[in-house]
């Protein structure tokens, strides 16, 4: 029996496997290098971006976004995925394109029919990117309110931290909280502590990476005291980068971190829930103690994490 698992860091646009990249981009008109077919290589963060984006301009469709939480709820419940909090990032291009409902609706059908169809719990994380027009990102925000019963249950913040101040994007995060959405910035993994104590101050429930707290030990103290869970994604960590050496997990378990286990864009870093979930084991957090901190970290609703508590492991 395959370990149930909780993932709460996957960026949905980075979940497309170059197969159906392709597919997409036909279906679109959009023209990939032919070395997209096989296999997604970047050099650095920045090439990765560029990579990333390429990525989201084959996205066009709702029938796109769609399809793409349907096949991601696919390939997770092989990895024992019972539930996926999906992150995706509108670009203006898009938006200018089709429009922020068509997009919502577009995803938020797919984590019905990810349900309906493979078992797996989906709920939906949309996020403004540092560096955007804030009052673009403010746009997101109020239309992610709107989409609250249809499954979106947070807000992030994505991006060059340190590269891009925070405060220009703090508006449409107070936008997102005062709607009921929780906050889950990114922190912490290309900038060090200070990237970390912004996005608390901003009201983050949880930290996207975060695992930079290592470099301030009285951050780690005051993250354990405060209860809040990082999601880690160590093959991310490691191609990009940010962890040249040894990996920090051991220091923020040490420190009484919760620290949930996600891909955060597998089919751009060729792993799979499981592998990072047998990383993770191996750097001392245990199948079960990953899914009892994704299942403390999660923005679901009472019954859905009273469901999901009573699939743990006991």
Not at 62 to 77: G, L, N, T, W
Request: net charge negative; hydrophobic share 40%; aromatic share 6%.
């Amino acid at each position: 029996m395959v370990t149930p698992k909780i993932e709460l860091h996957l960026h949905l646009e980075g979940a497309v496997r170059p197969a159906t990249l392709v597919r997409l981009a036909r279906r679109n008109g959009v023209t990939l290098p032919e070395s997209l077919a096989q296999q997604f290589t970047f050099r650095d963060f920045a090439h990765f971006l560029e990579l990333w984006n390429l990525v989201a301009e084959c996205l066009r469709t709702p029938e796109d976004f769609r399809q793409i939480v349907v096949d991601y709820a696919k390939e997770a419940r092989r990895h024992g995925a019972v539930y996926v909090e999906g992150i995706f990032t509108p670009q203006p291009e898009q938006v200018a394109t089709i429009g922020l409902d068509a997009m919502f609706d577009g995803y938020c059908a797919g984590a019905a029919e990810a349900e309906r169809e493979h078992g797996v719990i989906v709920r939906l994380t949309p996020e403004q990117y540092r560096g955007c027009d804030p009052g673009f990102g403010a746009a997101v925000a109020r239309t992610a309110v709107r989409y609250a019963d249809r499954g979106v249950v947070g807000f992030g913040l994505a991006g060059f931290e340190g590269r891009y101040p925070d405060g220009p994007h703090t508006d449409a995060m107070r936008i997102a909280a005062e709607g009921g959405l929780g906050l889950v910035p990114h922190a912490g993994e290309l900038a060090g502590p200070a990237s970390i104590r912004s996005a608390l101050r901003m009201g983050a429930r949880r930290l996207r990476h975060g695992i930079r707290a290592v470099e301030d030990p009285h951050l780690l103290a005051e993250l354990a005291e405060r209860g809040v869970v990082l999601d880690v994604c160590p093959t991310s960590n490691r191609r990009l980068g940010v962890t040249p050496g040894d990996h920090p997990l051991p220091q923020l378990r040490a420190a009484g971190i919760a620290c949930s286990i996600s891909t955060d864009d597998p089919a751009l870093f060729d792993t799979d829930l499981s592998t990072e979930y047998e990383i993770a084991e191996g750097l001392g957090v245990t199948a079960d103690a990953a899914y009892r901190a994704g299942l403390a970290g999660a923005l679901c609703d009472d019954a859905t994490r009273a469901r999901l508590a009573g699939l743990r492991r006991t």
